[in-house]
């Protein structure tokens, strides 16, 4: 099982990036695909989650509004388009899986990718 994350970069204040999340190697028709995010200093910390059966959704109270999660079956990718960037979006972002359940809990989580960085700056 691998995820990958990719997209980050750096852009200014109100601007957009779009997070995709390649997965392979999954035999779990059950299973979601989250965001999480960790800032220099702080806790890691859940930003969006997705049913890959289902699509049912899951977005961090700081996030509602600004970023869309949507999954792409046919390539077997998840993205993560964020809009209305802010500076305090800077951060590592990952995606992970998590299988049999739909927490978006870190600590639930069953696979980690690496990270990718975001840094939102003027």
């Known amino acids: 099982v691998q995820l990958q994350a990719s997209g980050g970069g750096l852009v200014q204040p109100g601007g957009s990036l779009r997070l995709s999340c390649a997965r392979s190697?999954?035999?779990?028709?059950?299973?979601?695909i989250g965001w999480f995010r960790q800032a220099p200093g702080k806790a890691r910390e859940g930003v969006s989650c997705i049913s890959v059966r289902s699509g049912a959704t899951y977005y961090a109270d700081s996030v509602k509004g600004r970023f869309t999660i949507s999954r792409d079956s046919a390539e077997n990718t998840v993205y993560l388009q964020m809009d209305s960037l802010k500076p305090e979006d800077t951060a590592v972002y990952y995606c992970?899986?998590?299988?049999?359940?739909?927490?978006?809990?870190?600590?639930?989580?069953?696979?980690w990718g690496k990270g990718t960085q975001v840094t939102v700056s003027s």
């Open positions: 190697g999954f035999v779990y028709d059950d299973y979601d």
């Open positions: 992970a899986a998590e299988v049999g359940s739909f927490t978006c809990a870190d600590y639930n989580m069953d696979y």
